[in-house]
């Protein structure tokens, strides 16, 4: 029963292993590089010149009628394209940028709020880009149908210059065959847009129309997806939340939904997404597809709503909304509660545990109130976890105590009956009886640990709010690894070392505390087991290298809690056994 028990244990460690051991070895480097290549990319991008397309257009994700942009051979730099285009400004809510009178797309938007790196003055983070430029990202809205309709080349009109927050502007489009187009667009203080768009009918006939709602995206996130995260396309609809990974459109390129009581599409990256939502009375089919044009590809998320029919002399109107930025949790709570938009909160990955990871976050937010730091924070919440299992714990390192106790008589055990496998278990079980241990005891709280330890992971890297935030000293980004490295002795040396002997000094000593709390625990029988587990503290010295320092920090101070636990009901247990 014992070994059975070092057996549990081992798997468990062996399995957390393998999946950081695959996100430091594997995850990381490819995110480095495609960060690279993304990188070089946009250099060649700005130098280049951009010759004409001719290529014919590719359908638009389902939409009848609506053509995708032709994509560049060669992209232009954004600003250039901005720059030369009539713009409407944007400077309201947390969010400036422009919308371009021709085609009327949202296709120039910056977060004023977040940077690209710690340091205040780096460069905002740029959501949106032009169809001309590199990694071409946008929304946009309009009408299928009968008659006339304003495309990407029609031009409007608008009755002011510049958008801010809780205003509103008027866009009028005539389509010179007695169709009037009118959208009027608003902004909230934070990053949702509501599109009103009115079509009035002065012909001599009945036209029938739909409104749609777009996201086009060439490219993919330059970060490398993790396991624990979903980045790509995203919708809302009658069966819930679904997330179609960026591979999952390489072989089933067209996906459609038709949903009626509410929901929504967009794509979602790590930090940010940008989704076009429907009216949420309205029926509306969603489309999910992927394209490709001159070696790249293109991907097309929207909706249409049901047409309607607007007879002659009559007005028509739908209202959507349109959402692009951070996806701050307290923030995509508020438009589902309040705002009534279906499961909006859910562009979260909380994961499989989000019973355990939201109260997790909730926790960790309550903290941070009262002390204004992260980084303390988790130390906190990681106290009141031990004290939420302490009593559990308290069995778990009792019976460790006593089975530490028990190491000689089964050394005498096993050296006695180590050839007969099934005496050997009927004696242990039978000294576990008279010695009154339990094995399983420190089964149950390990166990319980590994998904609050997986709920913690997942809070620190799928919610902004450690994104940047500092904790003491030189440890500026708690999503970061530890910058202060032991391999360049801390700077000292001008070498920049590769990623896996990238080691700060938080992880060094968090080994140290895994090697210590090892100490403590009942040596194995098993030779292997041994020496694997002797190697543990060293591996996961250099996994924990590349992740955030904030579950350093956590790991770190788990560890002291149970050192200082284990050695204290240690010392308990000896002195009633000497009694």
Not at 394 to 410: D, F, G, H, T, V
Not at 485 to 498: A, H
Not at 499 to 513: D, E, K, N
Request: hydrophobic letters at 40%; one cysteine or more; charged letters at 20%.
């Amino acid at each position: 029963m014992m070994e059975e028990n070092r057996n549990f244990i081992l798997a468990i460690v062996l399995t957390m292993v393998i999946l950081f051991g695959w996100e430091y070895f594997y995850g990381a480097p490819m995110r480095e590089e495609a960060e690279q290549a993304a990188s070089e990319q946009a250099v060649t991008a700005e130098q280049a010149g951009v010759p004409e397309m001719s290529a014919g257009a590719v359908e638009a994700g389902g939409i009848p009628g609506m053509a995708a942009p032709v994509v560049k051979e060669i992209a232009t730099n954004r600003n250039e394209v901005i720059g030369e285009r009539q713009n409407i400004l944007i400077s309201g809510g947390r969010v400036k940028g422009t919308i371009n009178l021709k085609g009327l797309r949202f296709d120039d938007l910056t977060l004023i709020d977040y940077r690209e790196e710690v340091d205040p003055n780096s460069p905002e983070i740029t959501l949106l880009n032009p169809s001309d430029s590199f990694n071409a990202y946008f929304a946009d809205f309009g009408w299928i149908g009968d008659g006339k309709r304003p495309d990407v080349n029609s031009v409007w009109t608008a009755n002011k210059t510049a958008l801010s927050s809780d205003d509103t502007i008027n866009f009028t489009w005539d389509n010179g065959e007695g169709l009037i187009f009118t959208r009027d667009v608003s902004l909230d203080q934070d990053y949702m847009f509501t599109i009103k768009q009115s079509v009035q009918n002065n012909s001599s006939s009945t036209v029938a129309m739909a409104t749609y709602g777009r996201v086009y995206r060439e490219g993919r996130s330059s970060e490398q997806p993790l396991f624990i995260l979903h980045e790509g396309p995203i919708r809302v609809g009658e069966d819930g939340k679904e997330e179609i990974g960026y591979e999952d459109l390489e072989d089933d390129t067209y996906e459609k939904e038709e949903v009626s009581g509410g929901g929504w599409v967009g794509i979602t990256d790590k930090d940010w997404m940008v989704a076009v939502i429907p009216d949420q009375s309205q029926d509306f089919v969603s489309n999910v597809s992927r394209t490709e044009q001159n070696g790249g590809e293109q991907f097309h998320v929207n909706f249409a709503t049901n047409g309607i029919s607007i007879p002659a002399g009559a007005t028509a109107e739908r209202t959507s909304q349109f959402f692009a930025g951070a996806k701050e949790v307290d923030l995509l709570e508020k438009y589902t509660e309040d705002g009534g938009i279906k499961m909006f909160d859910y562009a979260i990955d909380w994961g499989w545990f989000y019973f355990i990871t939201k109260p997790i976050y909730f926790g960790l937010h309550f903290f941070y109130g009262i002390v204004g730091n992260f980084g303390i924070a988790i130390i906190l919440l990681t106290m009141v976890v031990k004290g939420l299992l302490f009593p559990m714990a308290n069995k778990q390192y009792e019976s460790m105590a006593r089975m530490k106790k028990l190491q000689p008589k089964m050394a005498k055990l096993k050296e006695k009956y180590g050839d007969d496998r099934a005496r050997m278990q009927q004696e242990t079980m039978k000294m576990y009886q008279e010695e009154k241990v339990n094995p399983l005891a420190s089964c149950l709280p390990i166990f319980i640990q590994i998904p609050i330890f997986f709920s913690l992971y997942k809070v620190l890297y799928v919610t902004i709010d450690m994104r940047h935030a500092p904790f003491f000293g030189w440890i500026k980004d708690l999503s970061a690894p530890d910058p202060l490295l032991v391999t360049n002795l801390f700077g000292l040396i001008p070498w920049d070392p590769p990623s896996f002997i990238a080691i700060g000094i938080l992880p060094v000593f968090m080994g140290l505390t895994m090697y210590f709390q090892q100490k403590l625990n009942p040596p194995m029988t098993d030779p292997i087991q041994q020496k694997v587990f002797a190697f543990m503290p060293i591996i996961f010295t250099f996994i924990l290298a590349g992740f955030s320092v904030g579950l350093v920090i956590y790991w770190t101070w788990n560890n002291i809690l149970t050192i200082c636990q284990q050695w204290f009901i240690m010392r308990r247990v000896a002195a009633l056994d000497n009694k």
